[in-house]
């Protein structure tokens, strides 16, 4: 229905009807695209939550297989099913570890944190040092001294165990822990690493005004840097860890004493001798579950410090 509007000039013209309840909206149009925008975007998270699954269950498939054969004795772990419980026998099996050869296998697993835990402790620390001298300070050859630190990112490990072992028994310490124990305090990534969080985390303000407030270089880097460098020290000590932890090839070139190994090479040793004897299968197995149990509690107890104290030093 509508009305007749007088216009000045005496012409009518029919006005716009009134906007009632029951004019169309356009929103129900709208609709179908909504509803099938969402119904991509729940796709694709289905799909992307369904790879990362399908992916932790690939990677998670070995340290599986591993779980249940510590579980197993010989028979079982070479006549059944690879994925079947057969049996309980991981008592035996971690008995029978620590029966052998006297508890050696003790003895590799203390050198094993006594290389990684406190090498990669004192290698963190001095990466740290490192990186935030490179940021923070100008000094000659600064940039030609860190391409020197680039190029040791790129030299593989095994590349220098030979010159490190001729250079240990220069200085009469082959076959000692130091031969190990020194040369894995030296991280050039590391060195890289912490750069890059110091360039990131601290910012020079803050430094300045603690500097400002009477702190020291030294102050200012336990004080101010360190606690927001924390983070990065975390990252480099894991990174660190788990290396040292698994490192092979240069405890084999410059260790002969078995009391000095650490689990790595001792496994190795045991891996050897069970082509004769059988019957050290299930002592590798086991001893293996058993040294992955460290690098587990480094990642779930460290972890938190990756997502906190990014200011800690700022607000102190």
Do not use: C
């Amino acid at each position: 229905m509508s009305t007749t509007v007088h216009q000045p000039d005496g012409a009518t013209a029919d006005a716009a009807p009134a906007p009632t309840d029951r004019t169309p909206a356009h929103r129900p149009a709208r609709r179908p695209r909504a509803k099938g925008r969402a119904t991509e975007a729940l796709m694709s998270k289905v799909a992307v939550n369904g790879a990362l699954v399908l992916v932790t269950l690939y990677m998670m498939l070995p340290l599986a297989w591993l779980l249940i054969a510590a579980t197993k004795d010989m028979g079982g772990l070479f006549g059944g099913d690879g994925f079947a419980f057969d049996g309980f026998h991981f008592t035996e099996n971690v008995k029978a570890v620590s029966n052998e050869s006297d508890g050696i296998y003790w003895h590799w697993y203390l050198n094993s944190l006594l290389y990684a835990g406190v090498g990669a402790a004192l290698g963190s620390f001095i990466s740290v040092l490192a990186g935030y001298a490179f940021d923070k300070f100008d000094f000659p050859g600064k940039e030609k001294l860190f391409g020197g630190v680039l190029l040791g990112v790129l030299v593989p490990t095994t590349a220098v165990a030979l010159p490190l072992y001729l250079l240990a028994s220069k200085v009469g310490l082959v076959n000692t822990f130091w031969a190990v124990f020194i040369p894995v305090i030296v991280n050039p990534f590391g060195v890289y690493l912490a750069r890059v969080f110091s360039a990131g985390y601290i910012p020079g303000e803050v430094l300045e005004a603690a500097r400002m407030d009477g702190a020291g270089e030294v102050r200012t880097f336990f004080s101010v840097a360190m606690p927001m460098m924390m983070p990065g020290f975390v990252t480099i000590f894991l990174f660190q860890f788990t290396a040292i932890w698994n490192n092979f090839f240069l405890p084999l070139v410059m260790l002969s004493d078995q009391k000095l190994y650490p689990v790595s090479l001792g496994l190795y040793s045991w891996n050897t001798n069970a082509h004769a004897s059988p019957e050290f299968y299930p002592l590798v197995i086991t001893g293996s579950l058993m040294a992955v149990v460290p690098l587990v509690v480094a990642f779930v107890s460290l972890q938190r410090h990756w997502r906190s104290g990014l200011s800690a030093g700022s607000v102190k």
